[in-house]
């Protein structure tokens, strides 16, 4: 049988070759395939330049403004739910000095947080419903158990490492900006 292919010009190696000669321009016809094997290149003929990656999108994050100061950014974690704000910041050991975590709740009330199983000394920032600070907890004791609040109603409540209201003249009046991630 072998003899008969090479009588008839069927060399098996010439098939191949000719077979993935075939396969290929059926690519480069159907599919607009084209080879990099020249270049080494792909080819971007038909593509539109490409350009620097897009930058990640901000996280959720808080701007803080002091009047006569410069606004101070808080990248945040949000606690909504009954549990997540239960929790909160325990049982971490590190905060970045830019970070923090803001409390979020239904409807403004008397609010009331403490210190159990926290191990950074925190600032509790209170935030009314119009976003203005209302007062702050300065360098709240880790773990204690007693209760830390301001006079008056909140809505939210932003806890950051402890100084950070005071190097940033935080106080009662000053306003709040809150930026949900972008998506």
């Not at 008839?8 to 080879?35: E, H, M, Q, Y």
């Not at 403490?114 to 907890?137: E, Q, R, Y």
């Not at 909140?154 to 003249?169: F, I, K, T």
Request: contains cysteine.
């Amino acid at each position: 049988m072998s003899r008969l292919r090479h009588s008839a010009g069927l060399n098996p190696d010439r098939a191949l070759a000719r077979i993935t000669t075939w396969a290929v321009f059926v690519c480069v016809l159907a599919l607009g395939c084209k080879s990099t094997a020249a270049t080494g290149a792909p080819d971007t003929s038909k593509h539109p330049a490409q350009s620097a990656p897009e930058p990640a999108p901000a996280g959720p994050h808080v701007i803080l403004s002091a009047p006569g100061r410069e606004p101070a950014k808080v990248d945040v974690e949000v606690m909504q739910t009954p549990e997540d704000r239960q929790r909160g910041l325990m049982y971490r050991k590190h905060l970045d000095p830019d970070a923090g975590m803001l409390f979020l709740f239904e409807q403004p009330q008397q609010l009331t947080f403490w210190m159990h199983n926290t191990l950074i000394p925190l600032d509790m920032i209170f935030i009314t419903a119009d976003w203005k600070v209302l007062g702050i907890v300065e360098n709240a004791t880790p773990l204690t158990d007693s209760a830390r609040s301001v006079p008056g109603t909140s809505q939210y409540v932003l806890e950051v490492n402890a100084g950070y209201a005071r190097r940033h003249g935080l106080g009662p009046g000053s306003s709040v900006q809150y930026a949900p991630a972008a998506m």
